[in-house]
């Protein structure tokens, strides 16, 4: 049974910085797809980042919102995808969702969180003065 454990939310300023992390247990994945998607409240989910890996080569994907802000990462040996996240706005503010797919996803599905296969419980960030 595979989990995904989310951490890393909290509250910061406008401009501030944090970092989410997203950690499997359960298996690992040779190759995979991991999404991080946000909902903000009386809005729909979107997603914000996704990487690919298959092999020794991986992708990583941002919306036009969060590019040159975010950063996404895999760390192989910890299991582990990273969120970084920089000069955040109060825009940003929203329930932060990791998902993993066990397979590399063709870049058409990466947007559309229905391609995944596990979800973690989801982790708050909160931008504000």
């Known amino acids: 049974q595979v989990q995904l454990v989310e951490s890393g939310g909290g509250l910061v300023q406008p401009g501030g910085s944090l970092r989410l992390s997203c950690a499997a247990t359960g298996r690992t994945f040779d190759s995979g797809t991991v999404g991080w998607f946000r909902q903000a409240p009386g809005k729909a989910r979107e997603i914000v980042s996704a990487?690919?890996?298959?092999?020794?080569?991986?992708?990583?994907h941002y919306v036009d919102a969060v590019k040159g802000r975010f950063t996404i990462a895999r760390d192989k040996a910890k299991n582990t995808v990273w969120l970084q996240m920089n000069s955040l706005k109060p825009e940003d503010t929203a329930v932060y969702y990791c998902?993993?797919?066990?397979?590399?996803?063709?870049?058409?599905?990466?947007?559309?969180?229905?391609?995944?296969?596990?979800w973690g419980q989801g982790t708050q960030v909160t931008v504000s003065s």
């Open positions: 998902s993993a797919a066990t397979s590399r996803l063709i870049l058409s599905r990466v947007w559309d969180g229905s391609n995944y296969d596990y």
């Open positions: 990487i690919r890996w298959s092999g020794g080569g991986y992708n990583t």
